[in-house]
């Protein structure tokens, strides 16, 4: 249906017109960042420790899974507690490193080595692919493996409890680094505090994310969007979503919100095309503060790569009550389509774009952080170099839903998946994501994700999207800061007839401009 946009809308113009696995209890490890006494820069992220066991399935929304077996038999351990993330920054000099973790500070040190000569994959190189000692050294625990790093050892030999068939209660984990700098050998010791997950405060909610595909070309498509849209309002409204998420809400806006029962929170609708944005929030008995909408400062396609330059694309930043006193950063992004260089840029620049953005309101104000929308990329492809990763995981530390829920955390290897011969879209690593992080002392875990295909009585999709539905629970620490920030709730207005004109003016200039590509267009069309 997308690839006759350009040319449907270029009619227009000329007329004038988005499994299971059980969450049990635990301890949380809130995130922190400061400096050793030698000028070390740590960052460690939140983590998990589960009371019990369990077996690692991946089940989709098709019904088959993948069962993973440790050393140990049928049992893993748990994901998070394996994915205990860390960022060490060592002095420019540094030549050799060595982490440990203890559970008394004073014996049983366990850990790995990081040794330039064996190793020196993680220092800065020169120009000439040489290892850089004259620069700082950045070091991020997703770097290396779960099988290279012995802190499984350090898992299984003293946190497990085998009476009780889970883990033994401790309120702090134990670090030691020992680096060799400019020859000369230090030595730091720091700890991280652990909450206690069941008595810590605790608040749930269920967030969707959904391209509706309410793109207005029903009568040349052969495709009822307005029956579609009804039936996605009331698919949003019957399954107890907290927060629903939206791109490609256009000119059938009436249609979905009209069936959408509960909501009593919306943001402001944007119109239909040209001039509108396809983004909306709506949320059940959860005020919506500060919304603001941000246009990408680059973008790809007029008569060819998805035409994205027709429509203001980009994101919608909210800041959500989600109760208790807990309040979120919420976005909503539309990314570029297609695959071509342009487009690929494109999605590259707006990544950064979005990072800066998240990077700028939260050091203002420190609050949990969810990201949500059509992001148009994988990560199983690594485009244009892992500039998702790159962007918003490792600079923007933001993590992945259903990479940390189904894929064990690993970022990079998704080969059970690939193998099992269902296509990403809609079903594993799809387009359709959410992302996240904590901040002001509240911790962020997930407790469910799944893709749903949202059909009409005669099981077919009425979008060419599938739902990304996840649950997030919020768990406050004892560095919970309370939001001192002068919130608004922003007056729902709609683009009025002048901007809707100027658009509709603005589209024209640019379809005239690239006329070229109609040809082009057209084979393609038939």
């Not at 033994?168 to 020992?178: A, F, G, H, P, V």
């Not at 919100?257 to 949320?283: A, E, Q, W």
């Not at 260089?341 to 800066?356: D, H, V």
Request: net charge negative; proline share 3%.
């Amino acid at each position: 249906m997308k690839k006759v946009f350009c040319l449907i809308l270029t009619l227009i113009i000329t007329l004038g017109s988005f499994c299971y696995v059980p969450f049990s209890s635990g301890i949380i490890a809130h995130a922190k960042s400061f400096e050793t006494e030698n000028g070390v820069q740590v960052e460690t992220a939140p983590f998990l420790y589960k009371s019990t066991l369990y077996q690692m399935e991946f089940p989709s929304h098709q019904s088959y899974e993948i069962k993973e077996k440790s050393a140990e038999g049928d049992y893993a351990i748990s994901r998070e507690l394996n994915d205990l993330s860390y960022t060490f920054v060592f002095p420019a000099g540094t030549t050799k490193i060595e982490c440990h973790l203890s559970l008394d500070g004073e014996t049983n040190w366990r850990g790995f080595n990081i040794n330039s000569t064996d190793n020196p994959s993680f220092w800065p190189k020169d120009a000439n692919g040489n290892v850089d000692y004259s620069q700082p050294l950045t070091f991020k625990r997703n770097e290396i493996t779960a099988e290279r790093d012995e802190y499984g050892v350090l898992y299984r030999d003293y946190l497990k409890d085998k009476d009780v068939n889970g883990f033994k209660n401790y309120d702090k984990i134990y670090w030691r680094l020992t680096y060799t700098c400019n020859e000369e050998i230090f030595r730091d010791y720091f700890d991280i505090n652990l909450y206690d997950y069941d008595t810590a405060e605790k608040h749930t909610l269920k967030a969707v994310n959904f391209n509706v595909a309410g793109l207005p070309f029903a009568a040349l498509t052969g495709t009822d969007v307005a029956a579609n849209q009804k039936i996605a309002g009331k698919y949003l409204s019957q399954n107890n979503f907290d927060i629903v998420a939206v791109q490609e809400d256009f000119g059938y806006h009436k249609q979905l919100v009209d069936n959408m029962n509960g909501f009593s929170h919306m943001t402001s609708h944007t119109g239909g095309i040209p001039g509108g944005d396809g983004l909306n929030i709506f949320t059940k008995n959860m005020p919506i503060y500060n919304e603001t909408r941000v246009t990408w400062n680059e973008a790809c396609g007029i008569l060819s790569d998805g035409s994205d330059e027709l429509t203001p694309k980009g994101f919608v930043y909210s800041v959500i009550d989600v109760g208790n006193g807990i309040y979120v950063d919420f976005y909503n992004l539309h990314a570029d389509a297609y695959g071509g260089e342009g487009s690929i840029a494109a999605r590259t620049s707006q990544y950064k774009q979005l990072a800066e953005f998240i990077q700028a309101r939260s050091a203002e104000n420190d609050r949990p952080v969810i990201v949500t929308g059509d992001f148009n990329n994988y990560m199983h492809t690594h485009e244009d170099d892992g500039a998702l990763y790159k962007t918003l995981y490792l600079e923007c530390g933001l993590k992945d839903a259903w990479i940390e829920f189904h894929n064990n955390g690993d970022y990079f290897n998704l080969y059970n998946w690939h193998i099992t011969g269902l296509p990403a879209w809609g079903n594993w690593d799809s387009v359709e994501r959410f992302m996240y992080k904590p901040g002001g002392g509240v911790d962020v875990v997930i407790s469910d994700f799944r893709y749903v295909e949202v059909c009409n009585d005669n099981s077919e999709a009425v979008s060419d999207h599938s739902s990304a539905e996840c649950e997030f629970t919020f768990i406050k620490t004892a560095d919970f800061v309370e939001n001192t920030q002068e919130l608004q709730i922003t007056e729902k207005t709609e683009n009025n007839f002048v901007y809707q004109l100027k658009w509709i003016f603005k589209a024209l200039i640019m379809v005239l401009s690239d006329i070229g590509n109609l040809p082009e267009l057209l084979k393609e069309l038939v």
